[in-house]
C-alpha cells in the first residue's frame, strides 16, 4: 500500500466526554497495528454502530474508533496468514468498531482469525446485506435446530422482526419452511414482514411483560432480538421442549423469568453470540447463508448509503425509523 491518504469515520471525545464523528484523511502509519491489510469495500450499520456513532451508551471501549462492527473487501497484504493478496474475506464481530478499529474506513489491519473467506454465491455488498445482523440470524436459526427444533414442529416467533437480525431471520426461516410469527412495534413494517414470509404479525404491545410464570404455550421456538420482558414473555408462552434463542439486549440485560418455564415445559434457552462463536461454526454458518437464503431478498431489505451519510442513518436507527439493513459503501 502506498502512502495515499484515505477516508474514515473516526469518533472522538471532546473535553465533556461527549461524542464527535467526522470524516477524516487517514494515511497508512494510522492503521491498527495488526498483521493483516484489507482495501474495504462495504461495511454496513447496525445498532451497537448507530449506539457509538451517536454516543448512546457506552459501546466504545478505545478512544479514538473508527466504527462499523463488520467490512468486507480485498486482502492488499496478508502477512505471515494464510490470506494471500487478492483474497475476498468477509469481517464480522470480533469486537471491531467497539475495542478495535471497525469497517469505516476505506482501508484497514485486521487479525486473520476475525476473517472468514468470502463465500462462492455471494457479492461483496450481499454479503454486508447479512452482516453482522444476518451472521446473527443463522446462528439463531442454527440454535433453534441443535434444540431439535423442525419446520413441523410448530410455529417459530422473531422478536425485533422488523430490525437487521430480524428481518433475515423471518426470511431464513420462511424459505426453510417454518412457519414465522413475526412481532414488531411499527405498523408501517406489516407488509414488509409479510413480504419476507411472515404468517402472522403481532404488535409488540400486545406482547408486553408476562402476568404469570407460565402463560398459555404458543410458540415451538423462538429467536429474541430485544431481551428484557420480552425474553420473559416467550419463556413462558414457549411450548414443551421448545427452545428460544436469545441474541439482543437492547430491551435489557435482565431476565424476568423464573424456573417454571425450564422445568415445568424443558423450555431451553440458547444464548448466540456472533462475537465468540467458534471459527467452525462461523464458517458453517456462511456456508448455510449462502445456501439457505433467498438471495433476491438481499436487495428488498437493505439500502445502500456513502459514509458521510453514516452520522445521519445512525440517528435515524436509534429513533426506530430504519427497516432492513443499511450497507455502508467505502469505495467513493
Not at 491518504?5 to 470524516?23: S, Y
Not at 462462492?120 to 427444533?149: F, K, P, R, W, Y
Not at 456456508?287 to 451519510?309: F, G, H, W, Y
Not at 436507527?317 to 432492513?324: D, H, K, L, T
Amino acid at each position: 500500500m502506498t502512502e495515499t491518504a484515505f477516508k474514515a469515520l473516526v469518533l472522538r471525545q471532546d473535553d465533556e466526554g461527549k461524542t464527535q464523528a467526522a470524516i477524516e484523511q487517514l494515511g497508512q502509519q494510522d492503521l491498527p497495528d495488526e498483521p493483516v491489510l484489507v482495501k474495504v469495500d462495504y461495511s454496513s450499520l447496525n445498532y451497537k454502530d448507530g449506539m457509538a456513532v451517536t454516543g448512546t451508551g457506552k459501546i466504545v471501549l478505545k478512544w479514538p474508533m473508527v466504527p462499523g462492527i463488520d467490512l468486507v473487501g480485498t486482502v492488499v497484504d496478508g502477512g505471515d496468514s494464510d490470506y494471500q493478496a487478492g483474497d475476498k474475506v468477509v469481517l464480522t464481530g470480533w469486537s471491531v468498531g467497539e475495542k478495535y478499529w471497525g469497517g469505516y474506513a476505506q482501508y484497514q489491519r485486521v487479525r486473520p482469525e476475525w476473517l472468514v473467506p468470502l463465500p462462492a454465491g455471494i457479492t461483496a455488498i450481499q454479503s454486508m446485506a447479512i452482516g453482522t445482523a444476518g451472521l446473527t440470524a443463522m446462528l439463531c436459526v442454527m440454535a433453534l435446530e441443535d434444540g431439535g427444533i423442525t419446520p413441523d414442529s410448530g410455529t417459530v416467533v422473531v422478536s425485533g422482526a422488523a430490525g437487521g437480525v430480524g428481518s433475515v431471520a423471518v426470511a431464513l426461516l420462511a424459505k426453510l419452511g417454518y412457519r414465522v410469527a413475526a412481532i414488531t412495534g411499527r405498523e408501517s413494517t406489516h407488509d414488509y414482514l409479510k413480504s419476507l414470509g411472515a404468517s402472522e404479525i403481532l404488535s409488540r404491545d400486545e406482547m408486553g411483560a408476562r402476568s404469570r410464570p407460565l402463560e398459555k404455550s404458543r410458540w415451538a421456538g423462538a429467536i429474541d432480538t430485544v431481551g428484557g420482558d420480552m425474553l420473559g414473555r416467550l419463556l413462558a408462552e414457549s411450548d414443551y421442549s421448545g427452545t428460544v434463542a436469545a441474541c439482543g439486549l437492547a430491551g435489557d440485560f435482565k431476565l424476568p423469568t423464573t424456573v417454571m418455564p425450564f422445568i415445568l415445559r424443558n423450555v431451553r434457552l440458547q444464548g448466540v453470540d456472533s462475537v465468540m462463536c467458534p471459527a467452525a461454526r462461523r464458517i458453517e454458518a456462511w456456508k448455510r447463508l449462502a445456501s439457505d437464503l433467498p438471495q433476491s431478498m438481499l436487495d428488498s431489505i437493505n439500502q445502500v448509503v456513502a459514509l458521510e451519510q453514516v452520522p445521519e442513518q445512525a440517528a435515524a436507527i436509534m429513533a426506530g425509523q430504519v427497516q432492513g439493513r443499511v450497507v455502508v459503501d467505502l469505495q467513493a
